[in-house]
């Protein structure tokens, strides 16, 4: 089956920076990429979002903090994240729109998300 495999959570310190890498397995061709994440008891929100043309799209919390980008070859998004706040802790997921595999297409994909925690 397909899979959407995160990595690069983990602990910073406020004003620190990391990196989030999402690979797309077993697949041929995915559409619209995407960054959300998830604070306990709050709804999943949109962090980014990467086009296959290269469009992108952030939440305006973000915006001139976080950069999105995409490898169509390798089928990965990478989300760099600097000048991170507290405010910026939660569970990030990844998430694609499509996906064609050899099972067929795929909608609504999610990955298995990351925690991304954020020290004052």
């Known amino acids: 089956q397909v899979q959407l495999v995160e990595s690069g959570g983990g602990l910073v310190q406020a004003g620190g920076s990391l990196r989030l890498s999402c690979a797309a397995l077993r697949i041929f061709t995915i559409g619209t990429m995407a960054w959300y994440r998830q604070e306990p008891g709050k709804q999943r929100e949109l962090v980014a979002e990467i086009h296959t043309d290269g469009y992108t799209n952030y939440a305006d919390s973000v915006k001139g903090r976080f950069t999105i980008s995409r490898d169509n070859a390798k089928k990965t998004i990478n989300l760099q994240m600097n000048s991170l706040k507290p405010e910026d802790t939660a569970v990030y997921y990844c998430?694609?729109?499509?996906?064609?595999?050899?099972?067929?297409?795929?909608?609504?994909?999610w990955g298995q998300g990351t925690q991304v925690t954020v020290s004052s």
């Open positions: 998430h694609a729109d499509r996906i064609t595999s050899t099972w067929g297409p795929f909608y609504d994909t």
